[in-house]
């Protein structure tokens, strides 16, 4: 029992270190992700598309996603298996993120990505569970994606319905500002809250918890 108890934590760091060497290997340069969430009445959500066009921001398309969750090496990292399906796609991607402080006193999340083989995210997946013994978080996204630009700088919005987060599913607005490194994030904040309040018509308080986060909290409950 020890012994397979040791080869599986063994494994685990094992596959935790090779999936960080791979994103990092595979990868653009990272970049801090200046992201606020919103939540968001249904009715808001139906509403959006047309306000958003309105203020000249373009649909780039709609896609179903399914978060799986590796467990992490250290508190505060994430590393995310993606399958995303779209109209005649199907892609998976691996994520690797963690907290960055900035000079400022905040924090934001730095970001690693690459597309993956429909192999390679099996074999993830399948070795993960084995090592941690138990099945691995994984919620569902319906998302609809929209870019435009707000005084020099790109931003996605998108509108998703989330399901299987127990009570903290519904509708959420997302909005991102992609930062260098280096770069200071203080101006991307304030355009994210002030876009938000041209958006929707007053301001809102963000949600502070990421959706990993609620779905750890629904599984307490």
């Not at 519904?170 to 260098?180: D, R």
Request: proline share 4%; glycine share 6%; with cysteine.
């Amino acid at each position: 029992m020890r012994t397979n108890s040791g080869f599986r934590a063994l494994l685990l760091v094992f596959l935790q270190n090779a999936f960080s060497w791979y994103v990092y290997r595979k990868a653009r340069k990272g970049h801090l992700e200046v992201e606020r969430k919103f939540s968001i009445s249904a009715t808001e959500s139906e509403s959006l598309p047309l306000r958003l066009r309105e203020l000249e921001f373009r649909p780039t398309g709609s896609v179903t996603m399914t978060d799986t969750f590796l467990p992490p090496r250290q508190k505060g990292e994430m590393m995310r298996v993606r399958d995303e399906v779209s109209p005649g796609s199907l892609r998976s991607v691996f994520t690797l993120k963690s907290w960055v402080k900035t000079r400022d006193g905040g924090k934001e999340r730095q970001e690693s990505e690459c597309e993956v083989s429909s192999l390679l995210r099996t074999l993830a997946i399948i070795c993960a569970r084995f090592a941690a013994q138990k099945e691995l978080l994984s919620f569902s996204k319906e998302r609809a994606v929209f870019e435009g630009t707000l005084n020099g700088k790109e931003m996605t919005v998108c509108i998703d319905r989330v399901s299987g987060l127990g009570k903290y599913s519904g509708h959420f607005l997302e909005l991102e500002v992609i930062v260098p490194l280096g770069e200071e994030p203080q101006a991307a904040r304030a355009e994210i809250f002030n876009f938000v309040e041209t958006l929707l018509g007053s301001p809102r308080e963000d949600v502070k918890n990421s959706y990993l986060e609620m779905l750890e909290l629904s599984r307490q409950s």
